[in-house]
């Protein structure tokens, strides 16, 4: 007697772990992308896989912040910045190649940092009242980071030291040579 397939009902009934999936397939317009960022698409799918997992069970328990983009003029003058700056507080630099329109970093913790040209076409702008934050692992990266920023065409927005609106946290701020205020602590509580 020939196996009769089973009906819907009855798939439904069965155990999660026992439910046939189909595999998740990313767009293919962000394939070339993803060979490039990640060396093969098969790894880009394998990422992708694991983020929706990660993202389904942070859904239930928290929101997560997944990236922040800022604008810039100048990708040449944003990549050497940010690479220079995020090197000293111990990230890698930018995982998007020379040549792409935009720059992508990989922040611990998951989040990505991404700066390219405004998607309008028109001029980048800074955020009025905008600032970004980044922990430090020491006041040493602090002062390390806020170097860079100045040698590699940012403007100091606050000299490293401890900060009294910080609750005497040790930070410093800069603008990116697009203008964008950012800032590093080491030792900032928030709330």
Same mark, same amino acid.
């Given at each position: 007697?020939?196996?009769?397939?089973?009906?819907?009902?009855?798939?439904?009934?069965?155990?999660?772990?026992?439910?046939?999936?189909?595999?998740?397939?990313?767009?293919?317009?962000?394939?070339?992308?993803?060979?490039?960022?990640?060396?093969?698409?098969?790894?880009?799918?394998?990422?992708?896989?694991?983020?929706?997992?990660?993202?389904?069970?942070?859904?239930?328990?928290?929101?997560?912040?997944?990236?922040?983009?800022?604008?810039?003029?100048?990708?040449?003058? /944003? =990549?050497?910045?940010?690479? @220079? !700056?995020? #090197?000293?507080? &111990?990230?890698?630099?930018?995982? %998007? +190649?020379?040549?792409?329109?935009?720059?992508?970093?990989?922040?611990?913790?998951?989040?990505?940092?991404?700066?390219?040209? /405004? =998607?309008?076409?028109?001029? @980048? !702008?800074? #955020?009025?009242? &905008?600032?970004?934050?980044?922990? %430090? +692992?020491?006041?040493?990266?602090?002062?390390?980071?806020?170097?860079?920023?100045?040698?590699?065409?940012?403007?100091?927005?606050?000299?490293?030291?401890?900060?009294?609106?910080?609750?005497?946290?040790?930070?410093?701020?800069?603008?990116? +040579?697009?203008?964008?205020?950012?800032?590093?602590?080491?030792?900032?509580?928030?709330?």
């Amino acid at each position: 007697m020939p196996h009769a397939a089973p009906d819907a009902k009855a798939i439904r009934q069965r155990p999660a772990n026992l439910r046939r999936r189909e595999p998740r397939l990313v767009d293919k317009s962000l394939l070339p992308m993803s060979e490039r960022l990640f060396g093969s698409p098969n790894l880009a799918l394998t990422m992708r896989s694991q983020d929706d997992k990660t993202q389904r069970s942070d859904k239930r328990e928290s929101m997560m912040l997944k990236s922040v983009r800022f604008g810039c003029n100048d990708l040449d003058k /944003a =990549r050497a910045f940010y690479d @220079a !700056t995020f #090197a000293a507080l &111990g990230a890698g630099p930018s995982a %998007a +190649p020379a040549g792409y329109p935009m720059i992508l970093y990989n922040l611990p913790g998951g989040a990505r940092f991404l700066c390219g040209p /405004a =998607r309008d076409g028109e001029p @980048a !702008t800074a #955020a009025n009242g &905008g600032t970004v934050i980044f922990e %430090a +692992p020491s006041e040493d990266a602090v002062k390390a980071w806020h170097a860079a920023g100045l040698a590699n065409g940012g403007s100091s927005e606050g000299d490293p030291e401890a900060k009294p609106q910080a609750r005497g946290a040790f930070g410093a701020y800069l603008r990116d +040579p697009d203008g964008n205020k950012i800032c590093a602590y080491h030792g900032l509580s928030m709330g």
